[in-house]
């Protein structure tokens, strides 16, 4: 290649995916820029969410339509058939043993033990809670090590062209890359939770706004990319 390259781009547009994919062709995406000498940068016409998110933290610089959107950093888990937040699940243990403990003080209060009647009651409330949700939540010390695991990720990936083994370009008030993670990864109440350019910014991440030129192109390609996937998804469907 004669020419100089200064900047590979990559146009994003996955709603989500499996973080350990995301993470490996965020990080080829990223030595294939360095072998060019170039930066990777990530192009976003309409969105790219949670394991999407993460993988756009490998680049040098994210630029953003007005209408673009990241998400947050949320891995989700199968449970009952239904896909949730690992961190939704964190928090239901949570609730749940802040119950019991309620009723406990609510029985012991004023005594010093508790009396026959109300032992069977809270011992057949705690039951019932058990056999009903406790139960299902046994692997949730594997649900905290999935959060965990995603922060990992998510700073490694941010250490590479964004911010590479430094933590003083940071933008916006992020005091480190651990902030930046912490906020992508739980501060978010909803996994379907939008992160505009601006809000991206704020994060501390390394995000432009794309003029309305280079705007309209986006988003007509967005729009014909849409096109061909619905086509090869029916043709799938019919095969």
Same mark, same amino acid.
């Given at each position: 290649?004669?020419? &100089? ?6 146009? *994003? ?7 350990? @994919?995301?993470?490996?062709?965020? =990080? ?6 360095? !072998? ?10 309409? /969105? ?19 209408? @673009? ?11 009952? #058939? ?7 699940? &964190? ?7 802040? @119950? ?11 005594? !010093? =033990?508790? !009396? ?22 046994? #692997?949730?010390?594997?649900? $905290?090590?999935?959060?965990? /695991?995603?922060?990992?990720?998510? &700073?490694?990936?941010?250490?590479? #062209? ?5 933590? #003083? ?9 651990? $902030? ?7 501060? /978010? ?32 390609? /967005?729009?014909?990319?849409?096109? *061909?996937?619905?086509?090869? !998804? ?6």
């Amino acid at each position: 290649m004669s020419d &100089k390259v200064d900047e590979v781009h990559v146009i *994003l547009h996955p709603s989500g995916g499996d973080p350990d @994919a995301a993470y490996q062709m965020s =990080r080829v995406l990223y030595r294939f820029g360095k !072998d060019l000498k170039a930066r990777a940068v990530y192009v976003i016409p309409r /969105y790219a969410k949670s394991a999407a998110t993460l993988m756009a933290l490998g680049g040098s610089e994210v630029k953003m339509t007005e209408i @673009a959107e990241l998400g947050p950093i949320d891995p989700q888990v199968s449970f009952e #058939g239904q896909w949730v937040s690992a961190k939704t699940l &964190k928090s239901s243990m949570t609730s749940i043993l802040e @119950a019991m403990v309620d009723i406990l003080n609510g029985f012991m209060e004023g005594k !010093d =033990r508790i !009396d026959e009647r109300a032992e069977k009651v809270l011992h057949e409330t705690v039951e019932a809670l058990t056999d009903s949700v406790v139960s299902r939540f046994v #692997g949730i010390g594997e649900y $905290e090590s999935l959060i965990e /695991y995603s922060k990992h990720l998510a &700073k490694d990936l941010l250490s590479l #062209g964004m911010f590479p083994k430094e933590s #003083g370009s940071l933008g916006h008030g992020a005091a480190n890359l651990d $902030e930046i993670v912490d906020r992508l990864t739980t501060s /978010y109440p909803s996994h379907g939770m939008v992160i505009d350019h601006q809000a991206a910014a704020n994060l501390g991440l390394k995000v432009s706004k794309v003029d309305e030129e280079v705007e309209d192109i986006l988003l007509k390609v /967005y729009n014909n990319l849409a096109e *061909l996937f619905r086509r090869i !998804d029916t043709i799938g469907s019919g095969l």
